[in-house]
């Protein structure tokens, strides 16, 4: 283990949460304010116009958030998943062409937005009163989506470069000067919105500048023209690492879709009209995000703390972990609440000075709106948890079920009831509601935690004889169908031929390596749903399967040059490919056979023993094309494939190893 893993084990719960989480709390903090701060200026100096206009464009903006972090983070993770299989041309490969795709997507956007701006604005709910505020801001902040998709977008790489203080530095900086230009063109100058977004997408130049500026001084690659050049497997790895990053930002672009056209809709029959419901619900959505960032970056501080204990099992860890996460939140999200409650007026007064009903509104937005808000120290972290124990369905049910699941529904059922306040209300129901779903996967999560915490896991280690008869060094890599046989043919194989045998023994060096346990180690190896697209981490690169599969990678890559052995499974014809002395054999079956063996191996009937190898072979299917870009079982892939029913298993050894022994 290395040192960092070591004081995830031992160090203090609360002084380890302070060191991973302050770096995402002031990231997700300087991302927040930077919008804020424009409505503030707009709403002194311009008006609630000013900022009902700033709240039509954001959306557009977070699709280019969407964008930036899908390239940025998921060339992130594939440049941390290359070099940890020591693979520094392809990380550079995958760093370049996020960069490239990130400029050329920019530039499209940049273009149709300026040509359909008006056509646009519409979609995301703008008024006739509200339009001609809106084409000022938006026209120029679309000038700038080019710069701010590569700034961010570098921003994520820098961070995985190891120069995290750098990328903090650079979005710090771009966020004072944002400021400072804020007060000097609107105030002085007197350029109204346009001088808020001239601000801004002056910030975002700079900021880009910079993090172009850090490309020469790349420390884990070589940034070259060749690593420009795209390609598309580099691409689809790169979007398919990033992906989990663009819908969490989308889904709430299609909130704010629906949550303006309503507001619109159901404010023009109110005695506030249409503007006042979009700007201020706007404002209110983005103060309750600062809260949100608070909250996300204490989850996302305990992430490699949870996940790392929970592989080694040690259950107790985590759940004080859990508790000091939830208990922190809840406090937060408290004082939160009751500032709301308190003192809205003061709050919106920040934003400007309106009228008797634009205040009232303001009152009644933040205090029904954000009713519940406390439920958000709960339903927050409870998503990022799941994320850091590798279970993807419930984090992904936890991540999108307020604002897509049940905020809009609720918006459209509880509007056309009740008109404007409708839709205020239909916030204090989600989050009921997200908060039920959290809180009974909690607990059920942490009752099969105490459970396991009194079984002692089993250590299963194979011991093969090492009187070895082949003349030179060679490695024999077996895939293989589930309840083919594969694995038992490779354990005869390995018993003719006197050399180590390599399954359950690599989850036992792993787990020796790593500190994971067994039990961790094989319900995650080999195994990728296809929901494990969404489960990347929150702010840190790589998922845990990711994480799993390069500390994998390493060891039989260590193995396969110490000594001649048979490897099951695990990518391994794929991680040794450039490794001139592999043999890659391919065993499969037909599913009548499959399922016989299955239901003889392990005592279940025939429909559960199909339903069982369907999954198994879909996720060792997904696996092998997430971390190769092949596809698993294609003949050319293999030295050899063999149908385990035509000789049966003793034979089909026997002949695999002659044609070892004869080539």
């Known amino acids: 283990m290395n040192q960092e893993e070591n004081i995830l084990g ?7 949460i302070r060191k991973f989480s302050v770096p995402c709390i002031l990231s997700l903090l300087v991302n927040s304010l930077y919008n804020i701060v424009d409505q503030i200026f707009i709403g002194q100096k311009v ?9 039509i464009i954001f959306p557009i903006v977070i699709i280019c958030l969407a964008i930036a972090l899908m390239f940025g983070d998921g060339s992130s993770a594939f440049l941390s998943l290359k070099l940890g299989q020591k693979k520094q041309n392809e990380a550079g490969k995958g760093v370049g062409n996020g960069i490239i795709l990130s400029l050329l997507i920019s530039i499209i956007i940049c273009i149709i937005g300026s040509m359909f701006l008006p056509q646009i604005i519409n979609v995301f709910g703008c008024t006739p009163d509200l339009e001609s505020y809106a084409l000022a801001y938006g026209y120029i902040i679309i000038k700038g989506i080019p710069f701010m998709i590569i700034g961010t977008t570098l921003n994520s ?26 007060y000097a063109l609107m105030y002085p100058l007197n350029m109204g919105v346009q001088g808020a977004a001239i601000a801004t997408i002056t910030s975002q130049i700079i900021t880009a500048i910079l993090n172009i500026a850090y490309i020469k001084r790349f420390k884990s690659i070589k940034f070259n023209k060749s690593i420009l050049k795209l390609d598309l497997k580099t691409c689809k790895e790169v979007v398919s690492l990033g992906i989990s990053s663009f819908i969490t930002e989308m889904s709430f672009v299609i909130l704010m879709a629906f949550e303006n056209n309503l507001l619109s809709k159901y404010g023009a029959e109110s005695e506030f009209g249409a503007e006042i419901p979009i700007t201020v619900l706007g404002i209110v959505m983005k103060i309750s995000q600062i809260l949100n960032s608070i909250i996300i970056g204490i989850a996302a501080g305990s992430q490699p703390i949870v996940g790392y204990n929970y592989g080694a099992q040690n259950f107790e860890r985590v759940k004080k972990t859990l508790k000091y996460v939830l208990g922190i939140s809840v406090f937060i999200s408290t004082i939160a609440f009751v500032l709301f409650q308190a003192i809205p007026e003061k709050l919106i007064s920040i934003f400007g000075s309106e009228g008797e009903e634009y205040v009232k509104f303001a009152c009644m937005s933040f205090r029904i709106y954000l009713m519940l808000c406390i439920f958000n120290g709960v339903q927050i972290p409870s998503g990022i948890f799941f994320q850091a124990i590798g279970k993807s369905i419930k984090s992904v049910i936890l991540s999108l079920s307020r604002q897509i699941a049940l905020l809009i529904p609720a918006m459209i059922i509880l509007g056309k009831l009740y008109g404007i306040q409708g839709v205020l209300y239909a916030g204090p129901v989600a989050d009921a509601l997200a908060f039920i779903i959290a809180t009974t996967l909690l607990i059920t999560e942490v009752k099969a935690l105490e459970k396991k915490n009194m079984v002692d896991p089993i250590l299963l280690v194979d011991d093969t004889s090492t009187d070895n008869k082949l003349s030179k060094h060679t490695i024999i890599t077996i895939s ?6 594969g694995r038992y043919i490779g354990r005869l194989i ?7 045998f390599y399954d359950k023994d690599l989850v036992t060096e792993l787990s020796k390596q790593t500190g994971l346990s067994e039990e961790y180690i094989e319900n995650n190896e080999q195994k990728r749903s296809s929901f494990e697209a969404l489960n990347n981490g929150y702010y840190f690169s790589l998922s845990n399967s990711d994480e799993l599969f390069v500390k994998e990678s390493e060891l039989i890559e260590e193995l396969a040059e110490r000594e001649s052995c048979v490897i099951i499974g695990r990518c391994s014809d794929f991680i040794l490919k450039d490794n001139e002395n592999v043999i890659n054999i391919f065993i499969y079956s037909d599913m009548e056979n499959k399922i016989n063996r299955a239901v003889k191996r392990y005592g279940i009937n025939e429909k559960e023993a199909e339903k069982q190898i369907k999954d198994i072979d879909k996720k060792r299917s997904n696996h092998y094309k997430h971390y190769t870009g092949k596809q698993w079982g294609e003949t050319q892939n293999y030295d050899l494939c063999i149908n385990s029913d035509a000789l049966g298993v003793e034979k089909s050894a026997d002949l695999i190893c002659e044609m070892i022994m004869n080539r």
């Open 10 to 16: 031992s160090e203090k719960i609360g002084k380890l």
């Open 47 to 55: 008006g609630y116009l000013g900022n009902g206009a700033t709240n």
């Open 157 to 182: 790489i820098i961070r995985a470069d190891g120069s995290p203080k750098y990328a903090m530095f650079t979005m710090i900086f771009g966020a004072i000067l944002n400021i400072i230009l804020d």
């Open 480 to 485: 293989r169908e589930y309840g083919s046989g």
């Open 494 to 500: 390995a018993d003719k031929l006197g050399i180590k």
